[in-house]
């Protein structure tokens, strides 16, 4: 099955206004405003001696991926292990090009990193709420491996750039996530979209991505569902993304969401096995009545 070639992403101006931003978001489609964080004062200060002097000694955790280097995608067994320390000696890291294969990724700024959070801003045309903005920095030629959210996605490149490949939430069966029972969790795709098995996962063969590089100071919007793998380019990339809870969003309409639709699955397969669960019950109930044991 050939999934049709999603549209590509959108690029409209900055500040881009209602009606620009208001066909896209209801479409659910990727909109990239290029410019859109440019007047973050992180834009012109988020050197890395800056971060070092202004939140170096707060503590965070990082992603340190060391053991899945070179590892197919699906055998992994786990996604990462947890590592803390502090920004400063992150920061170091990367300075060094020591920090390969570790991420410092959707580290909560107003708890973890709070001296950074007067230099963001919330977008404005972001007119629902938003979770705590996240912060991601890593080394160049770092890949985020693919994924998709359950909320909407807007993320503003502070420093660097990084090439964004997206496939549509169609794609849903085409990327084979892996089962919600594993350790890495069922948002995540097991294949690898840049050299897929397609013994393993013949599906992947129709699915269709689209790409965009996101510039210093551009704004990506990536609509709940939709899958994104993100490769960090340059020598080192920062971003921060705002996360919206989906229940807010007046424009959605869950029911269409394939996503959604495996969420549903795991809710039929509760109630299946409730409504089995009871019927044996019963049967149980009646067996003991016939022999006499009730
Ligand atoms: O920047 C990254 O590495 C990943 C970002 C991401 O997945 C997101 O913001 O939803």
């Given at each position: 099955?050939?999934?049709?070639?999603?549209?590509?992403?959108?690029r409209?101006?900055?500040?881009?206004s209602?009606?620009?931003?208001?066909?896209?978001?209801?479409q659910?489609?990727?909109?990239?405003?290029?410019?859109?964080?440019?007047?973050?004062?992180?834009?012109?200060?988020?050197?890395?001696?800056?971060?070092i002097?202004?939140?170096?000694?707060?503590?965070?955790?990082?992603?340190?991926?060391?053991e899945n280097?070179?590892?197919?995608?699906?055998?992994?067994?786990?996604?990462?292990?947890?590592?803390?320390m502090?920004?400063?000696?992150?920061?170091?890291?990367?300075?060094?090009?020591?920090?390969?294969s570790?991420y410092?990724?959707?580290?909560?700024?107003?708890?973890?990193?709070?001296?950074?959070?007067a230099?963001?801003e919330?977008?404005?045309?972001?007119?629902?709420s938003?979770?705590?903005?996240?912060?991601?920095l890593?080394?160049?030629?770092?890949?985020?491996?693919?994924?998709?959210?359950?909320?909407?996605?807007?993320?503003?490149?502070?420093?660097?750039?990084k090439?964004?490949?997206?496939?549509?939430?169609?794609?849903?069966?085409?990327?084979?996530?892996?089962?919600?029972?594993s350790?890495?969790?069922?948002?995540?795709?097991?294949?690898?979209?840049?050299?897929?098995?397609?013994?393993?996962?013949?599906?992947?063969?129709?699915?269709?991505?689209?790409?965009?590089?996101?510039?210093a100071?551009?704004?990506l919007?990536?609509?709940?569902?939709?899958?994104?793998?993100?490769?960090?380019?340059?020598d080192?990339?920062?971003?921060?993304?705002?996360?919206?809870?989906?229940?807010?969003?007046?424009?959605?309409?869950?029911?269409?969401?394939?996503?959604?639709?495996?969420?549903e699955?795991?809710?039929?397969?509760?109630?299946?096995?409730?409504?089995?669960?009871?019927?044996?019950?019963?049967?149980?109930?009646?067996?003991?009545?016939?022999?006499?044991?009730?």
């Amino acid at each position: 099955m050939t999934e049709p070639a999603p549209q590509g992403v959108i690029r409209v101006p900055v500040p881009p206004s209602y009606r620009e931003m208001r066909r896209p978001l209801a479409q659910r489609r990727p909109v990239l405003i290029a410019g859109g964080m440019r007047s973050w004062p992180a834009f012109s200060r988020w050197t890395l001696d800056y971060l070092i002097e202004r939140a170096g000694d707060c503590e965070v955790v990082v992603r340190n991926y060391t053991e899945n280097v070179g590892v197919p995608r699906h055998l992994w067994q786990r996604y990462c292990i947890h590592e803390k320390m502090t920004f400063g000696a992150y920061l170091e890291k990367i300075r060094a090009g020591t920090a390969k294969s570790i991420y410092l990724a959707q580290v909560n700024i107003p708890k973890d990193l709070e001296p950074l959070l007067a230099d963001i801003e919330k977008p404005a045309f972001l007119n629902y709420s938003s979770l705590d903005p996240v912060l991601w920095l890593g080394p160049g030629g770092h890949v985020e491996p693919l994924h998709f959210d359950t909320a909407h996605s807007v993320i503003g490149e502070v420093v660097g750039r990084k090439r964004v490949k997206l496939f549509a939430p169609t794609s849903y069966f085409a990327l084979y996530p892996f089962p919600w029972w594993s350790p890495i969790g069922s948002t995540f795709s097991r294949v690898d979209v840049d050299n897929p098995d397609l013994a393993l996962f013949p599906r992947a063969a129709g699915a269709t991505s689209i790409e965009c590089t996101l510039e210093a100071g551009d704004v990506l919007f990536i609509p709940a569902g939709w899958w994104h793998q993100v490769y960090c380019l340059d020598d080192h990339a920062v971003s921060v993304t705002y996360f919206c809870e989906r229940r807010t969003a007046e424009l959605f309409d869950d029911l269409k969401d394939p996503w959604c639709g495996h969420f549903e699955t795991v809710k039929y397969l509760r109630s299946k096995w409730a409504t089995a669960k009871s019927i044996g019950e019963r049967r149980m109930a009646a067996a003991r009545r016939l022999v006499g044991a009730e």
